[in-house]
T-cell receptor, first 116, second 112 residues
Framework: NAGVTQTPKFQVLKTGQSMTLQCAQD?????MYWYRQDPGMGLRLIYY???????DKGEVPNGYNVSRLNKREFSLRLESAAPSQTSVYFC???????????????FGDGTRLSIL | QKEVEQNSGPLSVPEGAIASLNCTYS??????FFWYRQYSGKSPELIMF????GDKEDGRFTAQLNKASQYVSLLIRDSQPSDSATYLC????????????FGAGTRLFVKA
């Protein structure tokens, strides 16, 4: 049972390059999330998708775009990478959130991204 | 003021002691509260969740919630060196699409 799978695990980019981080989950979860984690900052939500066909901005969406390709897959794109986007990126998924039934999130192993 | 605040630590306790980790949050409408453990270089994994005021116990772990004081804590009894990790407090807001907000985490070091 793979859970949440992220690719790639490591990537080095030059400033201005673009790339897409891939995420897939096999738990039939409705909701998916992208976070970045920087030292001393904890996890910050970039974008999330409450259900297939919807996406919403999180705390730090600038410089990123997302696509919810289907129920399983949620990708994060950096159109023009900047050194400030050097971080560890985590994808997560959960069952649908609703009042009184908030669900924990399951995380992928992360992508370590360095932008020079 | 951060929406979810934790003492960054490190919190150092001897093996076998009780480790007490604390978290405060600012949104009074927050509904659900989670504790995740994150080992260095790894992804967060769920330890406990709590929805109602009071205590919730699971093995060596106890989560405590006080909504009036906007305070949630995690107690780890009989701490082991394998408990050494960063513990993240996470809160789901009551409004705004049920976003999960994470604290910056508390580093725990259990000395053998």
């Amino acid at each position: 049972n793979a859970g949440v799978t992220q690719t790639p695990k490591f990537q080095v980019l030059k400033t201005g390059q673009s790339m897409t981080l891939q995420c897939a989950q096999d738990m039939n979860h409705n909701s998916m999330y992208w976070y970045r984690q920087d030292p001393g900052m904890g996890l910050r939500l970039i974008y999330y998708s409450a259900s297939e066909g919807t996406t919403d901005k999180g705390e730090v969406p600038n410089g990123y775009n997302v696509s919810r390709l289907n129920k399983r897959e949620f990708s994060l794109r950096l159109e023009s990478a900047a050194p400030s986007q050097t971080s560890v990126y985590f994808c997560a998924s959960s069952e649908a959130q609703r009042p009184g039934h908030n669900q924990p999130q399951h995380f992928g192993d992360g992508t370590r991204l360095s932008i020079l | 003021q951060k929406e979810v605040e934790q003492n960054s630590g490190p919190l150092s306790v001897p093996e076998g002691a009780i480790a007490s980790l604390n978290c405060t949050y600012s949104d009074r409408g927050s509904q659900s509260f989670f504790w995740y453990r994150q080992y260095s270089g790894k992804s967060p994994e769920l330890i406990m969740f709590i929805y109602s005021n009071g205590d919730k116990e699971d093995g060596r772990f106890t989560a405590q919630l006080n909504k009036a004081s906007q305070y949630v804590s995690l107690l780890i009894r009989d701490s082991q060196p394998s408990d050494s990790a960063t513990y993240l407090c996470a809160v789901i807001r009551g409004t705004g699409g049920f976003k999960t907000i994470f604290g910056a985490g508390t580093r725990l070091f259990v000395k053998a």
